[in-house]
């Protein structure tokens, strides 16, 4: 029987006996300690100090971070010899060094000494996860043990006397545990590097990294690194445990940032102090390298901090209604709370026990679990996900489809009208054309559709066109001549644009002119829209081109069916065939459409003036600028074509900037002369819908300086119609600036006097059609003389244009017209002739 007890002699501790039935002996309360702060010290000097310590609670000795030597002692009385295999157990796997020492009798020197290298290098010493240091078998008597233990991290010392076979018994049991702890880690790494081999989600690459982080962590907490991986040597772990660390705390950062990124990202403050950590972790890396003592407390620090993002990361994304953030936020609290337990027992803030030693094994185990459940629930989530976003791909697909569908149906078809467009009937041409002796494609145009869509509005004009459609349809279908076009919809007639109709004539041998069969199709036609009665016959014009004589090609067919409206148009002809005339006319019009602008810089064209004169006094007052083309090769080209050329091919600016200098140097030559005369130019709708045309005129106007009220800029009715807003925009900004605007052609609309009030007009201009019949039709007289009354009371000058005769003018006059202008006074002119024209007028 061996017993241990204090010995009084010492003056430290009491002396105990050791009973040989005993398997364990717990030391704890039985020990003096001293601290070697100057670090030093051996046996000899540090038994000779008088400042030692004695403990008399049972509790773990822990004086936290330190890292100044320790020494420890307590005496044993041994009467006999010890029968079995005893060893000083230390389970604090961190302390770096331990040095035992025995004295027999407390008297130098010591008769056995033992280090935890030597154990750990001693193949035939037992093996464990804790620091277990021999004791000799051949012990006997009054015994003292001193150790010494050091530590870079903190300094615990639980001290215990355990049998070999009770120590070998507690080594299976730890291995078991560590053995799962590490099969778990293990297994969660396989299975996170297959999930991640195969969707390539950088999740689940991060948290492998994490997992292999955390093994190097806990080997270096648990022992087994210095055990069974690297050399015993404290300098390796000192390295390896704030390293891996930092590496811990980078590999959480990044596997957050990928893991709550979806679904719908993190906010960007979030996201930036995720990315500040992540260059920490990385700076503490590289700093361990160089101090790992100071990297170690460093690392706890910025790990705590990690902990704390994650959590509150974890609960904003839970609280946006993210459902796999609530496994992330129990996963971090979890080892949250472990690390904290095993922290406060680090710092000896709380008792050292089996629980908060193993504290962190059990928080980190519960943390990578949690997070497996977060990440396949995940997998679940993003699987759902992908079977929605199948779904919706597919109904986006069946949607593009019928898009298509519809696509394809428009692309043959009127929006308008809903009948075959241009295309659907070229192609029902195209097949008929080979089996057919004869046939006619007839293009018709009704212009009053487009002007009521101008004035009135597109909606009235496209709702009338609609109604046109289906009557023409219907009357073209029980002729029996017309080509149906579209079986389903029973559609005999195609609308290539709002206004226009066209369909297919199969031509017999009747005796009457086709002409006359077409006008009798389509000339009668009466629409009523929204109790609004148009006239019962429409004005229309038609072409016609026929097969084989004209062509033998549907698109052929069609651009000559078109030429030939465009000349019904110009001649008003009501029906017109095509001919080779007709192509010749194109011909001419390409021709001249290339040849105007190198008119304008050959001098080809220039302008002639028409007086207005003042129907009071008989003086002139004004004259209208107009533009004449004397070409060389066409002639005298008609000023109405130069203008209609110019409006289709986009050229009216610059035949309009000619205009503008040409008449601008005519008033400086006039000023010279000290004529005082206005002087008008036409503008075109295009030149208001931009302001570049006003803003030249202006800068035109002032760089030469003339005053702006000699210039009056004439706008047609019509043409204001097409963009009124946008037109009245320019005209503003020119009469803002000083000039004068004149209405032409006007009472030749159908609106004016629903936007008289808006327009910035100085002038009125009766058309000459009204001036001409109002001596025989008392209808434009009376409009004639509404016109003038309207005028002065809106303080309007008015001209009345086409004064042919004296009676003429002696009527406007006496119904108070202001000007007159015609071929009464005076043809347009060129200017030295208009000049001289004056001075004579004058001297009479």
Not at 661 to 669: A, D, P, S, Y
């Amino acid at each position: 029987m061996i017993v241990l007890v204090l010995l009084p002699s010492l003056g430290i501790a009491e002396q105990m006996t050791m009973h040989g039935e005993a398997d364990r002996y717990s030391l704890n309360r039985h020990i003096a300690y001293y601290v070697d702060t100057s670090g030093d010290m051996n046996l000899v000097r540090i038994l000779q100090q008088d400042g030692w310590r004695t403990k008399e609670q049972d509790d773990v000795l822990n004086l936290g971070f330190t890292q100044d030597p320790l020494w420890i002692r307590t005496s044993l009385s041994l009467p006999e010899t010890i029968s079995r295999q005893w060893y000083l157990v230390i389970q604090y796997p961190l302390l770096e060094q331990a040095d035992l020492y025995l004295l027999q009798d407390g008297t130098l020197p010591a008769t056995y000494h033992i280090s935890r290298r030597q154990v750990l290098e001693d193949q035939n010493h037992s093996h464990g996860y804790q620091i277990a240091l021999p004791l000799p078998t051949t012990l006997s008597g009054n015994m003292e043990l001193v150790l010494r233990v050091q530590s870079t991290t903190s300094l615990q010392v639980p001290l215990a006397l355990w049998r070999e076979d009770h120590l070998h018994s507690y080594f299976t049991q730890e291995s078991l545990l560590w053995g799962g702890y590490f099969g778990i880690l293990f297994a969660l790494v396989v299975y996170n590097l297959f999930l991640f081999a195969s969707i390539r989600d950088p999740a689940y690459g991060y948290y492998v990294l994490y997992l292999y982080s955390l093994v190097a962590v806990m080997l270096c907490v648990s022992g087994l690194g210095v055990t069974l991986l690297w050399s015993p040597e404290p300098l390796v772990t000192r390295y390896v445990l704030p390293i891996s660390t930092g590496f811990l705390t980078l590999f959480a950062i990044l596997f957050a940032r990928a893991f709550l990124r979806w679904p719908g990202g993190v906010s960007r403050r979030l996201e930036r102090s995720m990315r500040i950590t992540a260059g920490l972790a990385v700076l503490l890396i590289l700093y361990t390298a160089v101090n790992p003592i100071h990297g170690a407390r460093l690392a706890g620090l910025l790990g705590a901090l990690v902990l704390a993002m994650l959590i509150i990361a974890g609960s904003v994304r839970l609280r946006a209604g993210v459902v796999i953030a609530r496994y992330f936020v129990a996963a971090w609290a979890s080892f949250t709370l472990g690390a904290a337990l095993y922290l406060l027992n680090v710092f000896d803030l709380i008792p050292v026990n089996a629980f908060t030693n193993h504290a962190i094994q059990v928080g980190s185990v519960a943390e990578v679990l949690l997070l497996s459940f977060a990440l396949a629930h995940r997998i679940k989530e993003e699987r759902a996900h992908k079977l929605v976003a199948l779904e919706r791909q597919h109904r986006a697909e069946g949607q593009v489809q019928k898009m298509v569908v519809d696509a394809l149906e428009n692309a043959v078809h009127d929006s308008v009208t809903k009948m075959p467009n241009a295309a659907m009937l070229n192609h029902r041409l195209q097949e008929l054309l080979p089996g057919t002796r004869k046939i006619a494609t007839v293009i018709v145009n009704y212009p009053q559709v487009r002007q009521i869509a101008l004035s009135m509005g597109h909606s009235l004009a496209e709702t009338m066109f609609r109604e046109l459609a289906n009557k023409l349809n219907g009357a073209l279908a029980n002729s029996g001549m017309v080509v149906c076009l579209e079986d389903k919809s029973a559609a005999h007639i195609a609308t290539p644009e709002l206004g226009s109709v066209a369909f297919l004539m199969r031509i017999d041998s009747s005796h009457i002119p086709l002409e006359t069969q077409v006008e009798g199709l389509v000339g009668q036609c009466e629409v009523s829209v929204n109790t609004v009665k148009l006239p019962t016959r429409l004005n229309m014009h038609c072409g016609i081109a026929l097969h084989p004589d004209h062509g033998s090609h549907a698109t052929t067919l069609y651009k000559y069916a078109w030429a030939a409206l465009d000349s019904s148009v110009r001649t008003q002809v009501p029906v017109q065939l095509y001919s080779q005339e007709i192509s010749a006319f194109a011909e001419r019009r390409l021709a001249l459409m290339s040849a105007l602008l190198p008119a304008i810089e050959a001098g080809e064209m220039t302008i002639y003036l028409q007086p207005q004169i003042d129907c009071a006094t008989g003086s002139v007052v004004g004259a209208e600028v107009l533009l004449r083309w004397f070409s060389p090769e066409f002639g005298q080209v008609p000023t109405w074509e130069v203008i209609d050329i110019a409006e289709n091919a986009s050229l009216m600016d610059q035949v309009t900037r000619f205009v503008v200098i040409q008449t601008l140097e005519t008033i400086q030559r006039f000023q010279l002369q000290n004529l005082d005369i206005r002087f008008s130019i036409n503008l075109s709708v295009q030149n208001l819908i931009t302001s570049d045309c006003i803003r030249f005129i202006l800068d035109e106007t002032r760089n030469r300086s003339i005053p702006l009220d000699r210039l009056v800029v004439e706008v047609t009715e019509t043409a204001m119609m097409q963009k009124m807003d946008t037109v009245i925009v320019s005209l503003n900004q020119f009469t803002g600036a000083g000039g004068r605007v004149a209405l032409d052609d006007f009472g030749t609309g159908y609106s004016s006097l629903a936007y008289l009030s808006r327009l910035p007009i100085s002038e009125l201009k009766i058309d000459k059609s009204f001036i001409r019949n109002m001596r025989l039709n008392k209808n434009d007289l009376w409009i004639v003389e509404n016109t003038i009354k309207l005028a002065k009371t809106l303080n309007l000058v008015t001209v009345a244009e086409g004064i042919e005769d004296r009676e003429a003018l002696d009527l406007v006059r006496q119904l108070g017209c202001s000007h007159a202008q015609g071929y009464y006074f005076s043809r347009p002119m060129p200017v030295d002739e208009f000049c001289a024209w004056v001075r004579e007028r004058e001297a009479s």
